[in-house]
């Protein structure tokens, strides 16, 4: 299909597409949207940022809505008739704000019942009539054992970024949420990557499914640029910030592999004078919202992540992802370079390297690491904007600030840094 009006979906959602200026599917979509729309079960493997939220959308909100407008509307209470699982709150809170765009149009009800929400809350949101229930995974488990909800109208049930759900071991739990589904029910899978956790619950629960992978599944998009730069002697720190003086436009996610090394590298970021965020696991909740709001609007340049940040997360802004710490396994990799280059946009990530990233690099296709008397393999130098310096909006606590010294513009050569 070349336009979302070739789907012959409800004009009121083509309506509200073209007010957001998008008039043509992706690839994944165009091959869910007609598939999902007669009612068949499928899955759907496809890059981050390749518009999969959309893809299983709009399906969901016609087929409600023509059900609505065909004289049969949800009117007993706690009764959803479509079920979107996520992983987190937060990604729980985007795919809201998708469905949402649409729901002035089609009067359809969203309900979230998140983890990391309060119980009462979740209990609110769900107390009376609605078509679409947006829930994670345990505390959904822990509403229907309540008694709190009732899945026994249930049309169809989704899974969104099953990868990251099932790494974090809720398939126990997708299997009790789909034994209080009606037998015969629509499902649909989507993921960016298919780990072994994923794989078994295609086998068994999406057996008889349609499988569809994009052309860019399991690898970056066409209009993301790699540099591959070489960290010699264990000195990351002069590397980093000669990238951190390179303009860039959008804002930077730094990734480390633990906890620590975030922290750590966000409180040295703050003592050398750049204003940057925290976001990672063990830390407030409400915190890390308001982190990610922060960098989101633009109002800190800098986001210092763990593998967290790296799934779910749809940030417009992200024009350079850094891996400070490059990860082990390939899919977590494609999910941190997956936060730029998003929708067809450009975007850069750089990897800071070891003779230790070999196994990883092996997989992206960068035969040898380079040593140290060959320069690291990189890519045609993009012109960006750049960030600004000031304190840390987050934990650890900042010591007091001195004004940070104009730093000399750096040249961005392929090059060794001792």
Not at 97 to 102: H, I, Q, R, S, T
Not at 245 to 265: A, I, L, P, S, Y
Not at 270 to 278: F, H, M, P, R, S
Not at 367 to 381: C, G, L, M
Request: hydrophobic share 40%; glycine share 6%.
């Amino acid at each position: 299909m070349s336009l979302f009006n070739d789907f012959q979906i409800l004009p009121s959602l083509v309506k509200t597409l073209s007010e957001k200026k998008i008039f043509r599917p992706t690839e994944i979509q165009s091959k869910i949207i007609p598939e999902l729309l007669t009612q068949k079960s499928v899955v759907g493997v496809s890059e981050t940022g390749s518009g999969k939220t959309l893809a299983y959308a709009l399906p969901v909100l016609h087929l409600l809505k023509t059900m609505e407008d065909n004289g049969d509307a949800v009117t007993e209470i706690k009764r959803p008739r479509a079920v979107i699982m996520v992983p987190t709150r937060e990604l729980g809170e985007q795919v809201s704000k998708v469905f949402k765009a649409f729901t002035h149009g089609t009067r359809l009800r969203v309900r979230p019942a998140l983890g990391g929400m309060a119980l009462e809350q979740a209990k609110r949101n769900t107390s009376g009539a609605f078509e679409i229930l947006l829930a994670t995974p345990g505390r959904l488990v822990q509403m229907l054992e309540m008694d709190l909800i009732d899945l026994s109208d249930v049309r169809i049930l989704i899974f969104d970024e099953a990868d990251q759900m099932m790494d974090q071991g809720f398939l126990p739990d997708t299997n009790f949420v789909v034994g209080a589904c009606p037998k015969e029910l629509q499902l649909a899978l989507f993921s960016a990557t298919v780990s072994k956790s994923v794989q078994e619950l295609m086998n068994t629960l999406f057996s008889s499914a349609e499988v569809y992978r994009s052309k860019g599944s399991g690898k970056t998009v066409s209009t993301l640029v790699t540099k591959n730069l070489m960290v010699e002697d264990g000195k990351r720190w002069p590397l980093f910030e000669k990238i951190l003086g390179q303009k860039v436009e959008g804002g930077t996610m730094v990734f480390t592999n633990t906890r620590e090394q975030c922290d750590k590298v966000a409180k040295e970021l703050v003592e050398k004078g750049y204003q940057c965020a925290i976001y990672r696991g063990e830390m407030d909740k409400n915190e890390r919202k308001m982190n990610l709001k922060k960098f989101r609007e633009g109002k800190v340049d800098l986001l210092i992540s763990t593998d967290l940040a790296g799934r779910g997360l749809d940030l417009d802004n992200v024009g350079r992802v850094i891996n400070f710490h490059l990860p082990k396994e390939l899919e977590n990799y494609l999910h941190r370079a997956g936060r730029t280059a998003r929708a067809g946009r450009k975007g850069l990530v750089i990897n800071l390297i070891t003779e230790r990233d070999s196994r990883l690099m092996a997989k992206l296709g960068v035969e040898k690491i380079p040593s140290r008397a060959k320069p690291a393999a990189e890519s045609e130098k993009p012109k960006m904007k750049s960030g600004k310096k000031s304190r840390l909006t987050s934990r650890p606590a900042a010591k007091p600030l001195a004004k940070s010294p104009q730093k000399k513009k750096a040249k961005f050569q392929t090059r060794h840094y001792k």
